[in-house]
T-cell receptor
Framework: AQSVAQPEDQVNVAEGNPLTVKCTYS??????LFWYVQYPNRGLQFLLK??????LVKGSYGFEAEFNKSQTSFHLKKPSALVSDSALYFC???????????????FGTGTRLQVTL | NAGVTQTPKFQVLKTGQSMTLQCAQD?????MSWYRQDPGMGLRLIHY???????DQGEVPNGYNVSRSTTEDFPLRLLSAAPSQTSVYFC?????????????FGSGTQLSVL
């Protein structure tokens, strides 16, 4: 079965500094990886995905993620953090349900990003 | 452009009561699903559907029923609420579940069972 680990419950960073939110995964076969963001009292919103191709994936709001197959990691990055980036971030990996006729996303436990002035 | 709409936003139930959480999407998505979000546990899949008339169980289906009579609607029923079902519930849809490329989430229903 597939799984995702987000080792940090919270990441604190000053506005203007680079940020990294960590994610490692376990899955059989080729990994299909996603990042979602959740703002307070809202549902999750898609940020970016890795299916194949370049190891550096660019997404919404200036975020990017680096896929590293040897380390089974998919860390979320942004060169310069904004206070408005403060939110809950979820990493997810795609796998298959039951007989494999439908896929599902398995989510990590989430990392709270706090960006301060 | 409504996307995925969930109602109600908040609900308080007493143990043993029943209720239905509503979910509707206007994107003609084949795949719809229900997740629950609990602190420290991330999101867990309850039930899903790959099209009208087709539903199946996810990771934590006990105590919940679903049906999919139309492409647009995917209600989640709690037949006899228990305190363990206190959670935030999210409905999510995708163009297809074979495979999922991107999930679209509703804004959630916060449920408390006393």
């Amino acid at each position: 079965a597939q799984s995702v680990a987000q080792p940090e419950d919270q990441v604190n960073v000053a506005e203007g500094n680079p940020l990294t939110v960590k994610c490692t995964y376990s899955v059989s076969g080729n990994p299909y990886l996603f990042w979602y963001v959740q703002y307070p009292n809202r549902g999750l919103q898609f940020l970016l995905k890795y299916i194949t191709g370049d190891n550096l994936v660019k997404g919404s709001y200036g975020f990017e993620a680096e896929f590293n197959k040897s380390q089974t990691s998919f860390h979320l990055k942004k060169p310069s953090a904004l206070v408005s980036d403060s939110a809950l971030y979820f990493c997810a990996v795609r796998g298959y349900i039951n007989t494999g006729t439908a896929s599902k996303l398995t989510f990590g436990t989430g990392t709270r990003l706090q960006v301060t002035l | 452009n409504a996307g995925v709409t969930q109602t109600p936003k908040f609900q308080v139930l007493k143990t043993g009561q029943s209720m239905t959480l509503q979910c509707a999407q206007d994107m003609n998505h084949e795949y719809m699903s229900w997740y629950r979000q609990d602190p420290g546990m991330g999101l867990r899949l309850i039930h899903y559907s790959v099209g009208a008339g087709i539903t199946d169980q996810g990771e934590v289906p006990n105590g919940y029923n679903v049906s999919r009579s139309t492409t647009e609607d995917f209600p989640l029923r709690l037949l006899s609420a228990a305190p363990s079902q206190t959670s935030v519930y999210f409905c999510a849809s995708s163009l297809t579940g074979q495979p999922i490329e991107k999930l679209f989430f509703g804004s959630g229903t916060q449920l408390s069972v006393l």
